[in-house]
């Protein structure tokens, strides 16, 4: 698969990355099934919570790909840490203990990338530098990021913490664009010209931290997929019209649609179905046109002014 460097860091990734969130609902075979299919086509980047599966997806994937050093250089490991029920933590101590505990369920010594998973109103930067700093050192963490944080919680973090944040996963999808759509609506009195979120799509192009979208073929909050479903006629008609054109299906144009922005985008695909892994991994060599993405942004409801 094509591959980009992940934000400043050295690393280099494949342009779609394999989200292990429903990893835990796979059976053993499964599961073996799915990685392998996957590390078949070159998407070897995969994300990480420790909340998945309250940690058992963590578990059966270090189970499935039978891990071993040998095993562990071909792959790109990334967790996530800060959920806790009822609660956000970014203490030191709660840091250390989530990377420990994923570091033991996946069975290696180290991660590839760590993110902060939500933000912690509660946090004190001083401590999320501590901490990174020790694990860091100790090379259990490579390389550190955040999730679902706007520019100015960023750079609060930044303030004290010396390693780059090389990424920031937030959701994003042909529907849900309000991080694109205000950037096209500017001084216009409509809904899309809300910011929302402190115009992240240009801070991470501006700091080099790449933007990972989540859920990408989500409508709302978890309400649903828009590919399919009678409530997106237009965009459907839309994505299978260009789908046809690149001799692929609409799946595959979705994650395209997000790859073809300039931001260079890394897509965190969820799904656990082996086919449309395949056709999501497909979009890493399919470009549309200039002409062919504004059809599918404004096939999906979305406005030019």
Not at 39 to 53: E, K, R, S, T, V
Not at 224 to 251: C, E, K, M, W, Y
């Amino acid at each position: 698969m094509r591959t980009m460097k992940l934000g400043s860091s050295t690393l280099e990734v494949p342009v779609v990355a394999v989200g292990c969130m429903r990893l835990s609902a796979l059976s053993l075979k499964e599961a073996e099934a799915y990685l392998g299919t996957a590390l078949d086509q070159g998407a070897n980047f995969f994300d990480h919570a420790d909340i998945y599966g309250q940690g058992r997806s963590e578990e059966l994937f270090a189970e499935a790909l039978h891990m071993n050093p040998a095993v562990r250089e071909r792959l790109i490991v990334q967790s996530k840490c800060g959920i806790r029920e009822g609660m956000f933590d970014f203490s030191k101590e709660h840091i250390l203990n989530a990377v420990d505990g994923s570091l033991k369920r996946l069975k290696t010594d180290y991660l590839d990338v760590l993110l902060l998973h939500r933000p912690d109103a509660l946090v004190e930067p001083e401590e999320v530098a501590e901490a990174f700093d020790l694990l860091e050192q100790s090379g259990k963490v490579r390389w550190f990021g955040v999730s679902n944080q706007k520019p100015m919680q960023i750079e609060l973090l930044r303030k004290f913490v010396k390693q780059p944040l090389i990424a920031n996963q937030l959701q994003l999808s042909i529907t849900n664009a309000t991080m694109i759509s205000q950037g096209i609506n500017v001084n216009m009195e409509n809904h899309s010209a809300v910011d929302r979120d402190g115009s992240v799509l240009d801070y991470c192009r501006l700091a080099d931290i790449t933007i990972q979208p989540w859920s990408p073929f989500q409508y709302g909050f978890f309400e649903g997929v828009f590919i399919g479903n009678p409530r997106f006629q237009d965009l459907n008609q839309t994505l299978d019209r260009i789908a046809a054109a690149h001799q692929v299906n609409s799946t595959t144009i979705a994650i395209a649609w997000l790859l073809r922005h300039p931001a260079r985008m890394q897509p965190i695909i969820g799904t656990m179905n082996i086919g449309r892994l395949i056709d999501c991994v497909k979009a890493a060599d399919v470009h549309l046109s200039r002409e062919e993405w504004y059809e599918i942004y404004r096939g999906a409801g979305n406005i030019l002014p």
